[in-house]
T-cell receptor
Framework: ETGVTQTPRHLVMGMTNKKSLKCEQH?????MYWYKQSAKKPLELMFV???????ENNSVPSRFSPECPNSSHLFLHLHTLQPEDSALYLC?????????????FGDGTRLSIL | GDSVTQMEGPVTLSEEAFLTINCTYT??????LFWYVQYPGEGLQLLLK?????DKGSNKGFEATYRKETTSFHLEKGSVQVSDSAVYFC???????????????FGKGTKLSVIP
């Protein structure tokens, strides 16, 4: 039990599909994150939510749309993706978005775009 | 901007060998430093951390010391086991463009394979 659960674990979709990734944390944390992990590249931070408010720090294409309805749930809505979007998408949470706060990760969703 | 540089992998060691994975960083402020480990098919797990210069983080036989003078946070273990085979990520936490939040900046990861 990692405390951060992601579903689905694997997703295959066409470029015209719409799908959503789900993340749920059972740790009582106030901050949640989406990362993209591609082969041979550093983890890329996509979005940060602190107390359900989004703090954007990177330019992420609009085909990725996050949603944080409450502090325990985080979604990543996908629309009209490209083949280069195939990657492992990791969700994480931390007590606060603070300097010394370690992040707890889910096991990720492996996304493949046909 | 902030960055983390790790030694290129993969690293292959025999069981009970000594492990060092080098990590150096650049940061504008006074970051906290972390090592994360990713086992096959899983997400990242925090292995150890250090929050200020000269701090030593340790866990499961792994150690790393925050060296401000050399901007390094090298990971070491005296005797590796087959179960240590994984990808290891060095990371730093620094302020997020003054927005009052903090982000983790990761290195590319170093794959370790330990053979019996």
């Amino acid at each position: 039990e990692t405390g951060v659960t992601q579903t689905p674990r694997h997703l295959v979709m066409g470029m015209t599909n719409k799908k959503s990734l789900k993340c749920e944390q059972h740790l009582g944390h106030n901050a949640m994150y989406w990362y993209k992990q591609s082969a041979k590249k550093p983890l890329e931070l996509m979005f940060v939510y602190s107390l359900e408010e989004r703090v954007e720090n990177n330019s992420v294409p609009s085909r990725f749309s996050p949603e944080c309805p409450n502090s325990s749930h985080l979604f990543l809505h996908l629309h009209t993706l490209q083949p280069e979007d195939s990657a492992l998408y990791l969700c994480a949470s931390s007590q606060e978005p603070g300097l010394n706060q370690p992040q707890h990760f889910g096991d990720g969703t492996r996304l493949s775009i046909l | 901007g902030d960055s983390v540089t790790q030694m290129e992998g993969p690293v292959t060691l025999s069981e009970e060998a000594f492990l060092t994975i080098n990590c150096t960083y650049t940061a504008t402020g006074y970051p906290s430093l972390f090592w994360y480990v990713q086992y096959p098919g899983e997400g990242l797990q925090l292995l150890l951390k250090a929050t200020k210069a000269d701090d030593k983080g340790s866990n499961k036989g792994f150690e790393a010391t925050y060296r401000k003078e050399t901007t390094s946070f090298h990971l070491e273990k005296g005797s590796v086991q087959v179960s240590d085979s994984a990808v290891y990520f060095c990371a730093l936490s620094d302020s997020l463009s003054g927005a009052g939040s903090y982000q983790l900046t990761f290195g590319k990861g170093t794959k370790l394979s330990v053979i019996p």
